[in-house]
Protein backbone atom coordinates (compact mmCIF):
# COMPACT_ATOMS: atom_id res chain seq x y z
CA UNK A 1 0.00 0.00 0.00
CA UNK A 2 2.88 2.20 0.68
CA UNK A 3 2.56 4.40 -2.90
CA UNK A 4 -1.29 3.84 -3.19
CA UNK A 5 -3.53 7.06 -2.41
CA UNK A 6 -5.53 6.01 0.52
CA UNK A 7 -7.64 9.01 0.28
CA UNK A 8 -9.20 8.39 -3.52
CA UNK A 9 -8.59 4.58 -3.69
CA UNK A 10 -10.77 2.99 -0.49
CA UNK A 11 -11.70 0.26 0.50
CA UNK A 12 -12.20 -2.07 2.90
CA UNK A 13 -8.49 -1.78 4.63
CA UNK A 14 -9.55 -4.76 7.48
CA UNK A 15 -9.82 -7.24 4.78
CA UNK A 16 -6.32 -9.54 3.25
CA UNK A 17 -7.69 -9.75 -0.50
CA UNK A 18 -9.19 -6.69 -1.90
CA UNK A 19 -9.54 -5.97 -6.15
CA UNK A 20 -10.91 -2.52 -7.15
CA UNK A 21 -12.39 -2.18 -10.92
CA UNK A 22 -11.58 1.19 -12.04
CA UNK A 23 -11.20 3.93 -14.81
CA UNK A 24 -8.11 5.59 -15.52
CA UNK A 25 -9.38 9.05 -14.33
CA UNK A 26 -10.27 7.54 -10.58
CA UNK A 27 -14.08 6.99 -11.24
CA UNK A 28 -14.50 3.45 -9.04
CA UNK A 29 -16.69 0.80 -10.60
CA UNK A 30 -17.01 -1.91 -8.22
CA UNK A 31 -15.20 -3.02 -5.09
CA UNK A 32 -15.07 -7.03 -4.66
CA UNK A 33 -13.43 -8.99 -1.95
CA UNK A 34 -15.46 -9.02 1.94
CA UNK A 35 -15.43 -12.55 4.03
CA UNK A 36 -17.98 -13.76 6.86
CA UNK A 37 -16.86 -14.34 10.47
CA UNK A 38 -15.17 -17.39 9.84
CA UNK A 39 -13.53 -17.34 6.65
CA UNK A 40 -11.17 -14.56 5.05
CA UNK A 41 -12.45 -16.49 1.48
CA UNK A 42 -15.53 -17.09 1.91
CA UNK A 43 -17.18 -14.08 -0.43
CA UNK A 44 -14.63 -14.72 -3.16
CA UNK A 45 -14.38 -17.26 -5.73
CA UNK A 46 -13.03 -17.35 -9.27
CA UNK A 47 -16.26 -17.55 -10.99
CA UNK A 48 -17.76 -14.60 -9.12
CA UNK A 49 -14.42 -12.68 -10.07
CA UNK A 50 -14.96 -14.00 -14.13
CA UNK A 51 -18.23 -12.49 -14.10
CA UNK A 52 -17.72 -9.41 -12.42
CA UNK A 53 -14.72 -8.66 -15.01
CA UNK A 54 -16.73 -9.57 -17.62
CA UNK A 55 -19.85 -7.19 -16.56
CA UNK A 56 -16.95 -4.71 -15.79
CA UNK A 57 -16.14 -4.22 -19.26
CA UNK A 58 -19.76 -3.48 -20.16
CA UNK A 59 -19.49 -0.97 -17.51
CA UNK A 60 -16.52 0.57 -18.72
CA UNK A 61 -17.85 1.07 -21.98
CA UNK A 62 -21.08 2.74 -20.96
CA UNK A 63 -18.84 4.88 -18.96
CA UNK A 64 -16.41 6.04 -21.72
CA UNK A 65 -19.47 6.58 -23.87
CA UNK A 66 -20.35 9.47 -21.27
CA UNK A 67 -17.39 10.00 -18.75
CA UNK A 68 -17.89 11.86 -15.28
CA UNK A 69 -14.64 12.36 -13.79
CA UNK A 70 -14.67 12.06 -9.82
CA UNK A 71 -13.79 15.13 -7.78
CA UNK A 72 -10.29 13.76 -6.61
CA UNK A 73 -9.66 14.50 -2.92
CA UNK A 74 -6.01 15.66 -1.90
CA UNK A 75 -4.10 12.64 -2.52
CA UNK A 76 -2.10 11.04 0.06
CA UNK A 77 0.12 8.19 -0.29
CA UNK A 78 -0.41 5.35 2.57
CA UNK A 79 3.16 6.16 3.82
CA UNK A 80 3.12 9.69 3.95
CA UNK A 81 0.26 9.29 6.81
CA UNK A 82 0.94 11.30 9.71
CA UNK A 83 0.86 8.92 12.12
CA UNK A 84 3.26 6.52 9.35
CA UNK A 85 5.42 9.66 8.86
CA UNK A 86 5.93 9.88 13.24
CA UNK A 87 7.12 6.23 13.22
CA UNK A 88 9.85 7.02 10.51
CA UNK A 89 10.59 9.93 11.74
CA UNK A 90 10.95 8.23 15.78
CA UNK A 91 13.84 5.62 13.67
CA UNK A 92 11.03 3.14 12.90
CA UNK A 93 12.30 1.29 9.16
CA UNK A 94 8.57 0.79 7.49
CA UNK A 95 9.32 -1.31 4.32
CA UNK A 96 6.03 -2.18 3.27
CA UNK A 97 2.69 -0.58 4.53
CA UNK A 98 -0.16 -3.60 5.05
CA UNK A 99 -3.90 -3.02 4.11
CA UNK A 100 -4.72 -3.08 7.89
CA UNK A 101 -1.88 -0.38 8.69
CA UNK A 102 -3.99 2.17 6.88
CA UNK A 103 -6.91 1.98 9.37
CA UNK A 104 -4.65 1.66 12.47
CA UNK A 105 -2.36 5.05 10.97
CA UNK A 106 -5.61 7.15 10.33
CA UNK A 107 -7.41 6.06 13.35
CA UNK A 108 -4.52 7.19 15.54
CA UNK A 109 -4.38 10.56 13.61
CA UNK A 110 -8.19 10.67 14.69
CA UNK A 111 -7.54 10.19 17.88
CA UNK A 112 -5.07 12.46 18.01
CA UNK A 113 -7.51 15.22 15.89
CA UNK A 114 -10.09 14.60 18.59
CA UNK A 115 -12.08 13.87 15.47
CA UNK A 116 -12.56 9.89 16.18
CA UNK A 117 -15.51 9.12 17.38
CA UNK A 118 -16.06 5.69 19.16
CA UNK A 119 -19.04 4.52 16.41
CA UNK A 120 -16.22 4.98 13.66
CA UNK A 121 -15.14 1.70 14.18
CA UNK A 122 -18.18 0.31 12.37
CA UNK A 123 -16.86 0.18 8.67
CA UNK A 124 -18.49 -1.26 5.59
CA UNK A 125 -20.83 -2.47 7.44
CA UNK A 126 -22.65 -6.61 6.68
CA UNK A 127 -25.73 -6.54 4.43
CA UNK A 128 -26.84 -8.30 7.84
CA UNK A 129 -27.81 -4.65 9.51
CA UNK A 130 -29.86 -4.43 6.83
CA UNK A 131 -31.54 -7.55 7.41
CA UNK A 132 -30.46 -8.93 3.98
CA UNK A 133 -28.24 -12.12 3.13
CA UNK A 134 -26.92 -12.19 -0.22
CA UNK A 135 -25.31 -14.92 -3.05
CA UNK A 136 -21.27 -15.50 -2.60
CA UNK A 137 -21.89 -16.69 -5.85
CA UNK A 138 -24.07 -14.44 -7.83
CA UNK A 139 -22.86 -11.26 -4.96
CA UNK A 140 -25.71 -9.24 -5.46
CA UNK A 141 -28.52 -11.73 -5.37
CA UNK A 142 -31.12 -11.87 -2.13
CA UNK A 143 -30.89 -14.77 -0.52
CA UNK A 144 -32.56 -14.21 2.69
CA UNK A 145 -34.49 -11.18 4.29
CA UNK A 146 -34.70 -11.17 8.00
CA UNK A 147 -38.41 -10.91 9.29
CA UNK A 148 -38.32 -7.23 11.25
CA UNK A 149 -35.56 -5.60 9.42
CA UNK A 150 -35.17 -2.35 7.18
CA UNK A 151 -35.36 -4.55 4.11
CA UNK A 152 -38.04 -6.78 4.92
CA UNK A 153 -39.90 -3.16 5.95
CA UNK A 154 -38.79 -1.88 2.22
CA UNK A 155 -40.08 -5.28 0.55
CA UNK A 156 -37.62 -6.91 -0.51
CA UNK A 157 -37.28 -10.28 -0.67
CA UNK A 158 -35.09 -13.71 -1.57
CA UNK A 159 -33.98 -14.18 -5.03
CA UNK A 160 -34.17 -9.78 -5.59
CA UNK A 161 -30.88 -8.68 -7.35
CA UNK A 162 -30.05 -5.69 -6.12
CA UNK A 163 -29.34 -3.09 -8.89
CA UNK A 164 -28.16 0.26 -6.70
CA UNK A 165 -27.62 1.30 -3.15
CA UNK A 166 -27.59 4.66 -1.91
CA UNK A 167 -23.75 6.22 -3.43
CA UNK A 168 -23.47 2.89 -5.39
CA UNK A 169 -25.15 3.45 -8.67
CA UNK A 170 -24.54 -0.09 -9.88
CA UNK A 171 -24.28 -2.58 -7.41
CA UNK A 172 -22.65 -6.02 -8.41
CA UNK A 173 -21.09 -7.33 -5.67
CA UNK A 174 -21.49 -7.73 -1.71
CA UNK A 175 -18.42 -4.89 -1.60
CA UNK A 176 -20.29 -2.88 -3.50
CA UNK A 177 -23.15 -3.26 -1.07
CA UNK A 178 -20.54 -2.61 1.73
CA UNK A 179 -19.38 0.45 0.41
CA UNK A 180 -22.81 1.76 0.19
CA UNK A 181 -23.06 1.07 3.67
CA UNK A 182 -19.51 2.32 4.72
CA UNK A 183 -21.32 5.84 3.16
CA UNK A 184 -23.88 6.41 4.93
CA UNK A 185 -24.39 8.11 7.67
CA UNK A 186 -24.24 5.63 11.16
CA UNK A 187 -27.29 8.03 12.16
CA UNK A 188 -30.71 6.94 11.34
CA UNK A 189 -31.28 7.43 7.82
CA UNK A 190 -33.02 6.82 4.90
CA UNK A 191 -31.36 4.98 2.23
CA UNK A 192 -32.95 4.53 -1.68
CA UNK A 193 -32.50 1.11 -3.30
CA UNK A 194 -32.98 -0.15 -6.65
CA UNK A 195 -33.62 -3.81 -7.48
CA UNK A 196 -34.74 -6.45 -9.98
CA UNK A 197 -37.20 -9.06 -9.62
CA UNK A 198 -38.93 -10.98 -12.23
CA UNK A 199 -37.06 -9.08 -15.12
CA UNK A 200 -38.55 -5.48 -13.75
CA UNK A 201 -36.64 -2.73 -11.61
CA UNK A 202 -38.74 -1.47 -8.41
CA UNK A 203 -37.27 1.05 -6.60
CA UNK A 204 -37.66 1.40 -2.24
CA UNK A 205 -35.86 3.19 0.19
CA UNK A 206 -34.48 1.43 3.55
CA UNK A 207 -35.46 3.08 7.01
CA UNK A 208 -32.63 2.67 9.10
CA UNK A 209 -32.54 3.34 12.71
CA UNK A 210 -30.29 5.12 14.67
CA UNK A 211 -27.09 3.26 15.29
CA UNK A 212 -27.93 0.78 12.59
CA UNK A 213 -24.29 -0.18 11.83
CA UNK A 214 -23.67 -1.16 15.40
CA UNK A 215 -22.78 -4.79 14.90
CA UNK A 216 -22.41 -7.82 17.28
CA UNK A 217 -18.82 -8.98 18.52
CA UNK A 218 -19.04 -12.21 16.50
CA UNK A 219 -19.65 -10.77 13.32
CA UNK A 220 -16.93 -7.44 14.01
CA UNK A 221 -14.56 -10.17 15.36
CA UNK A 222 -12.19 -11.04 12.52
CA UNK A 223 -11.01 -7.39 11.99
CA UNK A 224 -7.64 -6.23 12.67
CA UNK A 225 -9.51 -3.02 13.65
CA UNK A 226 -10.44 -4.66 17.22
CA UNK A 227 -6.58 -4.18 18.19
CA UNK A 228 -7.03 -0.36 18.46
CA UNK A 229 -9.97 -0.76 20.78
CA UNK A 230 -10.57 -0.18 24.90
CA UNK A 231 -11.08 -1.75 26.55
CA UNK A 232 -8.82 -4.49 26.43
CA UNK A 233 -8.30 -7.49 28.65
CA UNK A 234 -4.00 -7.43 28.14
CA UNK A 235 -3.44 -10.77 27.36
CA UNK A 236 -4.20 -13.26 24.50
CA UNK A 237 -3.12 -16.58 23.26
CA UNK A 238 -4.45 -19.81 21.49
CA UNK A 239 -7.60 -21.86 21.88
CA UNK A 240 -7.34 -25.73 23.30
CA UNK A 241 -8.11 -28.48 21.33
CA UNK A 242 -10.42 -31.21 22.65
CA UNK A 243 -7.64 -33.62 23.69
CA UNK A 244 -6.28 -30.18 25.88
CA UNK A 245 -9.22 -29.70 27.09
CA UNK A 246 -10.20 -33.39 28.16
CA UNK A 247 -7.22 -33.61 29.83
CA UNK A 248 -8.05 -30.41 32.01
CA UNK A 249 -10.91 -32.14 32.60
CA UNK A 250 -13.26 -29.28 30.67
CA UNK A 251 -16.08 -30.63 28.58
CA UNK A 252 -14.72 -30.77 25.00
CA UNK A 253 -17.27 -28.17 23.46
CA UNK A 254 -16.25 -25.56 26.11
CA UNK A 255 -14.39 -22.07 25.42
CA UNK A 256 -11.18 -22.22 26.29
CA UNK A 257 -7.76 -20.97 25.63
CA UNK A 258 -3.97 -20.81 26.74
CA UNK A 259 -2.86 -17.51 27.63
CA UNK A 260 0.28 -17.53 25.49
CA UNK A 261 0.69 -13.80 26.00
CA UNK A 262 0.42 -11.03 28.21
CA UNK A 263 1.07 -7.51 26.94
CA UNK A 264 3.41 -6.05 29.23
CA UNK A 265 5.52 -4.37 26.89
CA UNK A 266 5.08 -0.73 24.56
CA UNK A 267 2.16 1.72 25.31
CA UNK A 268 -0.22 -1.28 26.04
CA UNK A 269 1.57 -2.37 28.70
CA UNK A 270 -0.33 -1.11 31.55
CA UNK A 271 -2.94 -3.84 30.43
CA UNK A 272 -0.98 -7.05 30.66
CA UNK A 273 0.58 -5.08 34.15
CA UNK A 274 -2.87 -4.83 35.45
CA UNK A 275 -3.62 -8.74 34.42
CA UNK A 276 -0.10 -9.90 35.90
CA UNK A 277 -1.17 -7.46 39.45
CA UNK A 278 -4.58 -9.55 39.60
CA UNK A 279 -2.36 -13.06 39.83
CA UNK A 280 -2.42 -14.13 35.79
CA UNK A 281 0.57 -16.48 34.25
CA UNK A 282 1.58 -17.48 31.17
CA UNK A 283 0.19 -20.96 30.26
CA UNK A 284 -2.81 -20.21 32.48
CA UNK A 285 -5.94 -21.63 30.68
CA UNK A 286 -8.73 -18.95 30.59
CA UNK A 287 -12.08 -20.35 30.81
CA UNK A 288 -14.66 -17.73 31.52
CA UNK A 289 -14.54 -13.23 30.83
CA UNK A 290 -16.59 -11.13 33.15
CA UNK A 291 -19.21 -14.09 33.55
CA UNK A 292 -19.60 -15.53 30.13
CA UNK A 293 -17.89 -18.25 28.77
CA UNK A 294 -19.56 -19.48 25.28
CA UNK A 295 -17.26 -17.13 22.85
CA UNK A 296 -17.08 -19.04 19.81
CA UNK A 297 -13.08 -17.76 18.95
CA UNK A 298 -10.31 -16.14 20.77
CA UNK A 299 -10.89 -13.14 18.35
CA UNK A 300 -14.54 -13.55 19.47
CA UNK A 301 -13.38 -12.84 22.94
CA UNK A 302 -10.72 -9.93 22.07
CA UNK A 303 -13.75 -8.44 20.37
CA UNK A 304 -16.52 -8.73 23.01
CA UNK A 305 -14.42 -7.17 25.52
CA UNK A 306 -13.57 -4.47 23.46
CA UNK A 307 -17.28 -3.61 22.17
CA UNK A 308 -19.44 -4.71 25.13
CA UNK A 309 -17.30 -3.78 28.38
CA UNK A 310 -16.40 -0.72 29.95
CA UNK A 311 -12.73 0.12 30.42
CA UNK A 312 -12.41 0.43 34.52
CA UNK A 313 -15.24 -2.34 35.37
CA UNK A 314 -14.83 -4.69 38.28
CA UNK A 315 -13.77 -7.78 36.52
CA UNK A 316 -13.41 -11.13 37.35
CA UNK A 317 -12.18 -14.17 34.72
CA UNK A 318 -11.86 -17.62 35.75
CA UNK A 319 -8.58 -19.59 34.57
CA UNK A 320 -7.28 -22.92 35.26
CA UNK A 321 -3.32 -23.72 36.08
CA UNK A 322 -2.97 -26.94 35.67
CA UNK A 323 -6.48 -28.70 37.56
CA UNK A 324 -6.87 -25.54 39.94
CA UNK A 325 -9.50 -23.19 38.91
CA UNK A 326 -8.94 -19.82 40.31
CA UNK A 327 -11.04 -16.95 40.01
CA UNK A 328 -9.21 -13.46 39.17
CA UNK A 329 -10.12 -9.92 39.42
CA UNK A 330 -9.30 -6.54 38.06
CA UNK A 331 -10.38 -3.69 36.92
CA UNK A 332 -10.91 -4.07 33.22
CA UNK A 333 -7.72 -1.89 31.79
CA UNK A 334 -8.56 1.15 29.10
CA UNK B 1 -0.09 -8.13 20.59
CA UNK B 2 -1.12 -10.88 18.35
CA UNK B 3 -1.34 -8.96 15.74
CA UNK B 4 0.06 -11.18 13.08
CA UNK B 5 2.12 -9.01 10.58
CA UNK B 6 4.16 -10.79 8.14
CA UNK B 7 3.67 -9.79 4.92
CA UNK B 8 3.79 -9.33 1.50
CA UNK B 9 1.58 -6.78 -0.56
CA UNK B 10 1.30 -7.40 -3.98
CA UNK B 11 -0.33 -4.69 -5.81
CA UNK B 12 -0.82 -5.83 -9.64
CA UNK B 13 -3.01 -4.08 -12.09
CA UNK B 14 -3.81 -5.55 -15.19
CA UNK B 15 -5.12 -2.99 -18.21
CA UNK B 16 -8.08 -4.90 -19.93
CA UNK B 17 -8.81 -4.02 -23.64
CA UNK B 18 -13.02 -2.43 -23.47
CA UNK B 19 -14.02 -3.57 -26.96
CA UNK B 20 -14.67 -6.97 -26.55
CA UNK B 21 -14.47 -10.21 -24.45
CA UNK B 22 -11.94 -11.36 -27.52
CA UNK B 23 -9.73 -8.60 -26.50
CA UNK B 24 -9.93 -9.18 -22.51
CA UNK B 25 -7.58 -11.88 -22.97
CA UNK B 26 -4.88 -8.74 -23.47
CA UNK B 27 -3.67 -8.43 -20.32
CA UNK B 28 -0.66 -6.09 -18.71
CA UNK B 29 0.65 -6.36 -15.71
CA UNK B 30 2.33 -3.68 -13.58
CA UNK B 31 2.74 -3.14 -10.25
CA UNK B 32 2.39 0.81 -10.24
CA UNK B 33 -0.72 2.22 -9.93
CA UNK B 34 0.47 5.82 -11.69
CA UNK B 35 2.13 3.50 -14.71
CA UNK B 36 -0.72 1.50 -14.66
CA UNK B 37 -3.22 4.49 -14.69
CA UNK B 38 -1.21 5.87 -17.56
CA UNK B 39 -1.48 2.65 -19.86
CA UNK B 40 -5.00 2.39 -19.40
CA UNK B 41 -5.81 5.67 -20.58
CA UNK B 42 -3.82 5.22 -23.43
CA UNK B 43 -5.31 1.92 -24.53
CA UNK B 44 -8.95 2.87 -23.31
CA UNK B 45 -8.93 0.23 -20.85
CA UNK B 46 -10.12 -0.10 -17.60
CA UNK B 47 -7.71 -1.62 -14.60
CA UNK B 48 -7.80 -4.43 -12.40
CA UNK B 49 -6.24 -3.47 -9.37
CA UNK B 50 -6.11 -6.57 -6.92
CA UNK B 51 -4.80 -6.22 -3.05
CA UNK B 52 -3.27 -9.38 -1.18
CA UNK B 53 -2.20 -8.66 2.50
CA UNK B 54 -1.12 -11.39 4.34
CA UNK B 55 -0.67 -11.27 8.04
Known amino acids: MR ?8 FDFDLTFAVVLMHSDGTIYHRYGGRGPDHANSHLSLASLAKL ?4 LADHAAYDRNPAPPRAAEPMAAIDLPALQRRIKEGQQ ?6 HTVNDAEH ?5 GNSWKKDDLYNYPDPARLGLTLDTARQ ?6 ATGSAAAAAGLRAGDEVAALGEQACVRTLSDVQWALHRAPFAATKLDVRYRRDGAEHAATLALPEAWKRCPPEEYAWRPFKWNLSPSSGFGGSELGRDAKKKLGLDENAFAFRVDYIVDWGKEAHRGNAAKAAGLRKGDVLVSFAGKSDFRSVPHFHAWVSLTRTAGEDTEFVVMRGKEQLALRYELPE | MSRTSIAVVAVLLAALPAQSNEQASEITWQTDLGAARKLAAEKKAPLLVVFRCER
Not at chain 1, 108 to 112: G, K, R, S, W
Open chain 1, 140 to 145: NVVTAV
Open chain 1, 3 to 10: AIDVHNLR
Open chain 1, 53 to 56: LEES
Open chain 1, 108 to 112: EDAVL
Open chain 1, 94 to 99: IECVHC
